[in-house]
């Protein structure tokens, strides 16, 4: 049966890539979409890039929670629990309170570079604190630093948002609700970098993963530079989590939600985890991008919204299902 995980997958993540962009408060005529008029313009410069958008975030933060819940031995962790997608909230909400207007190279927003200052930031402050130990990273020590560091720039983007005007305070509050906004191809290519970090880390380091959740000691015996590949796995994940928040928000629960099913579906093996992870995350932000910008048309709700919907009421579900007797 698990053999047919990854093709279902595929199969599921090709669909939303194609289904997706013609989905919409406008319906678009498959005639109109070869010529020049509105509904071109519509699939070509909004509806394709977001979605194309979305499966990349997806992926890209789905990647980035398995690895987390590998290297700290922990489901519960994930980029939005550990200060990395907080930090680069405080990042965006600075510049927005500073009132920052440039643009980097032309095509990078000042908004976009400070939140990705915040994830490098609030990873150069996690890892100090879990090397004051002596002997180095500890599994215990990161993730305690980690949902610390999560109160902390938390907390300072309150008091940002509640020292700012009318007007700052909307665009700080939405901003930190996460959502996918496109125009054009060209955030969709910033993302990809990201995305393929991850993806090529988490492939290439994937027995080394199968290790860790063994444990510290088994993965040494094994020949395996614990704290060296620990410090590699960490800083790659938050970078990419970075890159990735500059540009939608926080979008949380899609790195806990993603790994959690696939790992139900096909196992604890990282190299096949890897793909489903990908597949998966991809196509269920997509879809949750669509029904959001669909359900309340003309208006539409901050995908982040509905993700950490989603994700609550799954573990609950989850919760509910170990607790119930056999």
């Known amino acids: 049966m698990r053999r047919l995980v990854l093709p279902g997958l595929l199969v599921f993540s090709l669909v939303t890539l194609i ?3 013609l989905v919409g408060p406008h ?3 498959l005639d109109g979409l070869r010529g020049v008029g509105n509904d071109a313009r519509i699939f070509w410069e909004l509806r394709l890039p977001r979605v194309l958008l979305a499966w990349i975030t997806g992926a890209t933060l789905s990647l980035c929670g398995m690895v987390y819940q590998a290297i700290f031995r922990n489901p519960l962790a994930s980029p939005d629990m550990l200060g990395v997608s907080t930090g680069a909230a405080f990042g965006a ?3 927005i309170r500073l009132g920052v207007t440039f643009t980097l190279f032309g095509i990078i927003p000042g908004i976009s570079a400070a939140a990705f200052i915040g994830a490098v ?7 100090a604190v879990g090397t004051l130990r002596r002997g180095g990273m500890s599994e215990a020590s990161l993730l305690l630093g980690g949902v610390a560091v999560s109160f902390l720039f ?4 309150m008091i940002l948002q509640y020292g ?7 665009r700080m509050m939405r901003w930190s609700m996460g959502g996918i906004q496109a125009v054009g191809f060209v955030p969709v290519l910033a993302a990809f970098p990201a995305l393929a970090v991850i993806f090529v ?11 860790f959740t063994c444990g510290e000691n088994i993965a040494a015996a094994r020949g395996v530079s614990v704290l060296r590949l620990r410090r590699l796995l960490f800083l790659a994940v938050s970078v990419s989590v970075g890159m990735n928040v500059a540009l939608c928000g926080p979008i949380g629960f899609v790195g806990l939600l993603g790994p ?3 790992r139900m579906l096909c196992g604890g093996g990282h190299r096949r985890l890897t793909w489903s992870s990908t597949l998966f995350g991809g196509g269920f932000l997509a879809v949750c991008d669509t029904i959001a910008r669909t359900l309340w048309a003309p208006a539409e709700i901050p995908v982040g919204i509905l993700t950490s919907c989603l994700g609550a009421l799954f573990f609950l579900w989850l919760l509910m299902r170990r607790q119930a007797p056999s």
Not at 121 to 127: C, L, N, Q
Not at 154 to 157: E, F, I, K, P, V
Not at 201 to 211: G, M, V
């Open 164 to 170: 700012g005007g009318y007007v700052d305070t909307f």
């Open 201 to 211: 880390t988490a492939l290439a380091f994937a027995p080394e993963l199968d290790l």
């Open 93 to 95: 909400v600075l510049a």
């Open 260 to 262: 959690h099913i696939c």
């Open 19 to 21: 289904v997706c962009p």
């Open 121 to 127: 930031a609030a990873t150069a402050v996690i890892s």
């Open 27 to 29: 319906t678009l005529s």
């Open 154 to 157: 938390g907390s300072l983007n």
